[in-house]
């Protein structure tokens, strides 16, 4: 029983409790590889211009793994997270776009997860995802949630500690829980605002951590704060919760909006997000009330990293600047020695 998984979407926030789940099930995984300049032609070529970054990604990341040969590939459908909170409408019908655009023979798998409906939980979810493999014994279903929870909170507990994605992700997936902080002195901090699938999409994102870190910028994101302090980000920004995800950028924002220790934030939007424009647009605002110095980034297939690399440059150099003026930092601290290395 093998399944094939996509590097994209909601792959980034729930692959660990998935990877316990389909383990303890004995179901093998199969990952898409690391998005490629292959990866988003071949993603783009198939979808309308309009589409959105994530989701081209996602097209091509379904498509790495048809030339796997994998011919189970798992695409749930997550609908609503919460009473009354949706997604959007593209991964809503994620399921059906790919149906749609990818006209091979392959079966996917489609669970739906929809907290806004009646008498439909998780485990509901979980037995869509393993019903195809003839897998229904509920007992079986509910233990291997366990181990589902299991991985996803060891992961969580490494992730808000400051550990790097990828590491955390190894550990947890290895069944280890190990706490490891960043004891280098950053001279700036920032707080990223984004989505999952964009920062953590090195492709996406052009690696924006590793590039801010060489830059002597320590980089903060919602992965490492918990519900409450998302939530009190949200009631910062005076902002309803309506879109799935909206906390991890309406609440981090408002978070570290008021936090001292940090300088400024940076986002980053995928050009066409319809929800994400108008969360960036009342962020923006609130940014302004608070003085916060603030960079919005927005990326596409078409982004060129010279480009994405001198608005970092620029944006870093001016917290630089404002902290020598008063007194901060000494003159001796500059970022651009740092940023000649990747350029």
């Not at 997860?113 to 509910?142: N, R, T, W």
């Not at 994102?205 to 302090?229: F, P, R």
């Not at 991890?248 to 570290?256: K, L, S, T, V």
């Not at 980053?268 to 603030?294: H, V, W, Y």
Request: proline share 4%.
């Amino acid at each position: 029983m093998k399944i094939g998984i996509p590097r994209g979407l909601s792959f980034y926030s729930i692959y660990p409790f998935m990877f316990g789940f389909f383990k303890a099930m004995g179901i093998e995984m199969i990952l898409s590889d690391k998005t490629t300049k292959k990866t988003l032609s071949c993603g783009s070529a198939l979808v309308v211009t309009e589409t959105c970054l994530p989701v081209k990604i996602f097209v091509g990341q379904v498509l790495n793994l048809l030339e796997k040969g994998v011919n189970k590939i798992f695409i749930p459908s997550i609908q609503s997270i919460a009473p009354k909170i949706y997604n959007c409408s593209k991964i809503r019908g994620l399921p059906d776009l790919i149906r749609n655009v990818i006209k091979k023979d392959f079966t996917i798998i489609e669970p739906t997860l929809d907290k806004s409906a009646k008498h439909h939980g998780l485990y509901d979810f979980l037995l869509e995802c393993v019903k195809p493999f003839g897998l229904i014994d509920m007992e079986q279903i509910k233990k291997a949630s366990k181990a589902g929870w299991k991985v996803y909170n060891n992961f969580q507990v490494m992730l808000k500690s400051g550990m790097k994605y990828e590491k955390a992700l190894k550990y947890a997936t290895s069944g280890k829980l190990l706490i490891e902080k960043d004891e280098t002195e950053y001279p700036i901090s920032i707080g990223l605002v984004s989505h999952a699938y964009n920062i953590y999409d090195e492709r996406a994102s052009m690696k924006v951590i590793d590039k801010l870190n060489k830059m002597g910028v320590k980089v903060y994101t919602a992965y490492q704060l918990t519900d409450e302090q998302l939530e009190e980000g949200v009631s910062t920004l005076g902002q309803p919760v309506y879109w799935a995800n909206e906390a991890e950028m309406i609440g981090c924002a408002g978070h570290y909006l008021k936090d001292n220790k940090i300088d400024g934030l940076i986002t980053i939007t995928a050009f066409g997000c319809g929800p994400d424009s108008l969360m960036i647009e009342r962020i923006t605002r609130r940014a302004k009330q608070f003085n916060k110095p603030l960079l919005n980034l927005t990326i596409d297939e078409h982004t060129g990293e010279a480009g994405f690399i001198t608005r970092l440059e620029a944006f870093v150099d001016m917290l630089y600047r404002k902290k020598r003026m008063q007194g901060i930092v000494e003159n001796s601290f500059a970022p651009s020695s740092n940023v000649m290395e990747f350029i």
